[in-house]
């Protein structure tokens, strides 16, 4: 994968503007924080972040994929003021399971979603090498 980064633009910080990839595509559905048993444990954003991420990972696997092989995220989050109080965690938690790999991403805050408890559900594009 090739990072795109227009002349002249600032690098972003924890994400990229595009990415060029060749090669399989793994589509993951929207993941959120409940556990592989479908319960909520966590309250909070950051940890429901943690276990979107390890669900998401989960998902990855079984098509032989890694966090190196993600291109792109969406984001979708029920408190943007929530997730701004939270960057120094999430970031940690990001660097913890995610290494230093920086997809295109979006982040988008939401009314609801389907789940009640849910504050975070991520959507993955994935692209492994042939």
Avoid: C
């Avoid at 993951?28 to 309250?43: H, L």
């Avoid at 988008?108 to 959507?123: G, P, Q, R, S, T």
Wanted: charged share 20%.
């Amino acid at each position: 994968m090739r990072t795109l980064l227009p002349e002249g633009w600032p690098r972003p910080k924890g994400y990229a503007n595009g990415i060029e990839a060749e090669g399989r595509i793994v589509f993951v559905a929207g993941q959120i924080g409940w556990t592989p048993e479908g319960k909520f444990g966590a309250t909070t954003l950051p940890a429901q972040f943690a276990q979107t991420l390890d669900n998401t990972l989960a998902v990855l696997r079984e098509a032989n994929a890694g966090p190196e092989h993600v291109a792109r995220m969406t984001w979708y989050i029920t408190d943007k003021r929530a997730y701004l109080a939270s960057l120094a965690e999430i970031g940690a938690i990001w660097r913890d399971k995610m290494g230093k790999n920086y997809p295109a991403m979006a982040v988008v805050e939401v009314k609801a979603l389907i789940e009640d408890a849910a504050l975070i559900e991520i959507e993955t594009t994935a692209v492994v090498p042939r």
